[in-house]
């Protein structure tokens, strides 16, 4: 008898032939919050510029490195019981501060003379609780259908933009209506207070950037022509404001995207139980287990890669590219910063040249198109 979890794996985009190029792979995770839901007065985390990674170290094949090497190569005094992000960071929580440490930077000159990979699953979970807004705003019996189809990320994008502009207010909004779980009485009132909060916040978001960018006049047409909806697909009959709980979906993806590797996470009693109901034998057939990270360096020195890459995002995200390229152009070539997040995205190239399924991502495309640009000029100051 086939159980969920065989069909899952029955489906023909799960069993694709893969060369895959690791012998192993770790993985650990950062952001954890395990339910993102509506308050009263916002949230139960702050979720703005908030990203989940899972990620970590891979090991290719025929690569023989002994992490454990890890400690005599960056001169430790004790050999810690549990080398996370803290460690290398030497105790350092804010990413500025991180970034200034010698031993990170050791930590990914270590990965890199050992040709060891990384691979990363990033995921922000306020884009991803906003995503089904748009993908209830239109159907195939819409005109539009095909052009809206071709559009969706760029339409989604665009409203997670102008929405988050007022994190307070976004995140008020959907709860008055019990986002996502709107009632068929409510819809015509929530698409109005959504068109007004979209058109307030346009006009803040465009103060200093070009107002006639199409996009958001398009995406401002289509909630306009949906104040006549009587159903809104995606966002009925849910859990009343719960914006996210299902992360196992993420830890399911991660590991079918490297299926004929070994995978070795780091426990997390909630997702183990999830795929224990889904089939009993789902270590065997998805090639992994879950281990405390005690038991294996390489969950520990994944913890270093996830965190490091949220940590990185959120600094992304967070600031403006004029913020950002002041922050390069005051640090020389040889600052330990700069030197620290070239070495990181040189991992990261490396490991999606190795393999594309090294890096996965849930993100609007304007934070991606962020990502890209700041490594050019990270790459521009080491190389020129």
């Given at each position: 008898?086939?159980?969920?979890?065989?069909?899952?794996?029955?489906?023909?985009?799960?069993?694709?032939?893969?060369?895959?190029?690791?012998?192993?792979?770790?993985?650990?995770?950062?952001?954890?919050?395990?339910?993102?839901?509506?308050?009263?007065?916002?949230?139960?985390?702050?979720?703005?510029?908030?990203?989940?990674?899972?990620?970590?170290?891979?090991?290719?094949?025929?690569?023989?490195?002994?992490?454990?090497?890890?400690?005599?190569?960056?001169?430790?005094?004790?050999?810690?019981?549990?080398?996370k992000?803290?460690?290398?960071?030497?105790?350092?929580?804010?990413f500025?501060?991180?970034l200034?440490?010698?031993?990170?930077?050791?930590?990914?000159?270590?990965?890199?003379?050992?040709?060891?990979?990384?691979?990363?699953?990033?995921?922000?979970?306020?884009?991803?609780?906003?995503?089904?807004i748009?993908?209830?705003?239109?159907d195939?019996?819409?005109?539009?259908?095909d052009?809206?189809?071709?559009?969706?990320?760029?339409?989604?994008?665009?409203?997670?933009?102008?929405?988050?502009?007022?994190?307070?207010?976004?995140?008020?909004?959907?709860?008055?209506?019990?986002?996502?779980?709107?009632?068929?009485?409510?819809?015509?009132?929530?698409?109005?207070?959504?068109?007004?909060?979209y058109?307030?916040?346009?006009?803040?978001?465009?103060?200093d950037?070009?107002p006639?960018y199409?996009?958001?006049?398009?995406?401002?047409?289509?909630i306009?022509?949906?104040?006549?909806?009587?159903?809104?697909?995606?966002?009925?009959?849910?859990?009343?404001?719960?914006l996210?709980?299902?992360l196992?979906?993420?830890?399911?993806?991660?590991?079918?995207?490297?299926?004929?590797?070994?995978?070795?996470?780091?426990?997390?009693?909630?997702?183990?139980?999830?795929?224990?109901?889904?089939?009993?034998?789902?270590?065997?057939?998805?090639?992994?287990?879950?281990?405390?990270?005690?038991?294996?360096?390489?969950?520990?020195?994944?913890?270093?890669?996830?965190?490091?890459?949220?940590?990185?995002?959120?600094?992304?995200?967070?600031?403006?590219?004029?913020?950002?390229?002041?922050?390069?152009?005051?640090?020389?070539?040889?600052?330990?910063?700069?030197?620290?997040?070239?070495?990181?995205?040189?991992?990261?190239?490396?490991?999606?040249?190795?393999?594309?399924?090294?890096i996965?991502?849930?993100?609007?495309?304007?934070?991606?198109?962020?990502?890209?640009?700041?490594?050019?000029?990270?790459?521009?100051?080491?190389?020129?």
């Amino acid at each position: 008898m086939k159980t969920k979890l065989d069909e899952f794996l029955d489906n023909p985009n799960t069993n694709l032939d893969r060369n895959f190029p690791f012998k192993t792979i770790y993985a650990d995770e950062s952001n954890n919050i395990r339910v993102a839901r509506l308050t009263p007065t916002g949230a139960n985390n702050d979720l703005k510029y908030l990203y989940f990674v899972i990620g970590g170290i891979a090991v290719p094949k025929d690569n023989g490195t002994e992490l454990e090497n890890i400690y005599e190569y960056i001169n430790a005094k004790q050999i810690p019981t549990d080398a996370k992000l803290k460690y290398f960071a030497e105790g350092k929580s804010k990413f500025k501060d991180i970034l200034k440490s010698s031993r990170i930077n050791k930590f990914f000159t270590f990965l890199i003379d050992n040709e060891l990979m990384i691979h990363v699953q990033i995921h922000n979970y306020l884009f991803y609780s906003l995503v089904d807004i748009i993908d209830s705003l239109f159907d195939d019996k819409d005109i539009k259908f095909d052009f809206y189809i071709m559009i969706n990320r760029e339409l989604k994008t665009a409203l997670y933009d102008v929405l988050i502009y007022d994190y307070d207010a976004l995140l008020s909004l959907l709860y008055q209506y019990k986002y996502p779980s709107i009632e068929n009485n409510e819809i015509a009132s929530f698409i109005n207070d959504l068109l007004n909060l979209y058109k307030y916040n346009h006009e803040l978001y465009f103060q200093d950037k070009d107002p006639y960018y199409p996009i958001f006049s398009i995406l401002n047409d289509l909630i306009e022509s949906s104040r006549e909806k009587k159903e809104l697909a995606f966002l009925q009959n849910n859990k009343e404001y719960v914006l996210e709980k299902d992360l196992w979906s993420l830890y399911y993806h991660h590991m079918i995207s490297f299926l004929d590797t070994h995978k070795i996470f780091d426990e997390e009693a909630q997702i183990m139980r999830f795929f224990k109901k889904l089939d009993s034998d789902y270590e065997k057939k998805l090639n992994v287990e879950f281990s405390a990270s005690e038991n294996f360096i390489g969950i520990q020195l994944s913890d270093v890669i996830c965190g490091f890459t949220a940590k990185l995002m959120n600094f992304i995200e967070s600031n403006s590219e004029k913020s950002l390229a002041n922050y390069v152009e005051k640090l020389t070539k040889e600052s330990n910063q700069i030197v620290v997040l070239y070495k990181y995205f040189l991992l990261l190239d490396k490991s999606v040249d190795n393999c594309q399924f090294t890096i996965l991502k849930t993100l609007p495309i304007s934070v991606e198109y962020k990502l890209s640009w700041f490594k050019k000029i990270i790459k521009e100051k080491i190389e020129n």
